[in-house]
């Protein structure tokens, strides 16, 4: 695709259910972030995966957050038994490069009723 | 201390004014800096980038950068409402390509 794909685009889930956000980055980008955003609030880093190196994921708030990235690409976030403070929209971007943009995608909004 | 820092506002300017948002960072191998807009409920969207020191000018959008004393700024002219949004600025450090974003800075250009 053209753009960042992030899916589902809404959740709903149920407090202490597991869900997985899926991100599609722009084909070829080697770096890929994952950002929390809370309503009316900055973007919260999570985790960034550059090429083959190890992620850093300084920024995943729990244990209960984690995230891969199979074969460079697509990359899935995974929060486990999840609790309302989890609602908020998760935002994917990846970058081609140094000196390069990060393209965002249009963002998964999870609710935990 | 973070990374990044702006000032959250709200600020709030007339229609046809300046606006100008700034941004403060703390680590001087940041190589590249980039101001998104956010729109409420959509994500944000790169306006202009800046790599060395001075003015860059793109229409009514003029970042300006000073390493030396680790600041970039956004000066919007000719304010529209339509300019309404989150401002946010980003750092990437030197050949890392890892972006460290503010928190944003509000804007609200009144009609």
């Known amino acids: 695709g053209a753009g960042v794909s992030q899916s589902p685009s809404n959740k709903v889930t149920e407090k202490g259910k597991d869900v997985e956000l899926r991100c599609d980055p722009i084909?070829?980008?080697?770096?890929l972030y994952w950002y929390r955003q809370s309503l009316g609030q900055g973007l919260e880093f999570l985790i960034y995966f550059q090429g083959n190196s190890a992620p850093d994921k300084s920024g995943l708030p729990s244990d209960r957050f984690s995230a891969e990235r199979t074969g460079g690409s697509v990359s899935t976030l995974t929060i486990q038994r999840t609790q309302q403070e989890d609602s908020a929209v998760y935002l994917c971007?990846?970058?081609?490069?140094?000196?390069?943009?990060?393209?965002f995608g249009q963002g998964t909004r999870l609710t935990v009723v | 201390q973070k990374e990044v820092e702006q000032n959250s506002g709200p600020l709030s300017v007339p229609e046809g004014a300046i606006a100008s948002l700034n941004c403060t960072y703390s680590d001087r191998g940041s190589q590249s800096f980039f101001w998104y807009r956010q729109y409420s409920g959509k994500s944000p969207e790169l306006i202009m980038f800046?790599?060395?020191?001075g003015d860059k000018e793109d229409g009514r959008f003029t970042a300006q950068l000073n390493k030396a004393s680790q600041y970039v700024s956004l000066l919007i002219r000719d304010s529209q409402p339509s300019d309404s949004a989150t401002y946010l600025c980003?750092?990437?450090?030197?050949?890392?390509?890892?972006?460290?974003f503010g928190s944003g800075t509000k804007l609200n250009v009144k009609p």
């Open positions: 971007a990846s970058s081609g490069g140094s000196n390069t943009e990060a393209f």
């Open positions: 084909s070829g980008h080697t770096a």
């Open positions: 800046i790599y060395s020191n």
């Open positions: 980003a750092v990437e450090l030197y050949n890392f390509n890892k972006f460290y």
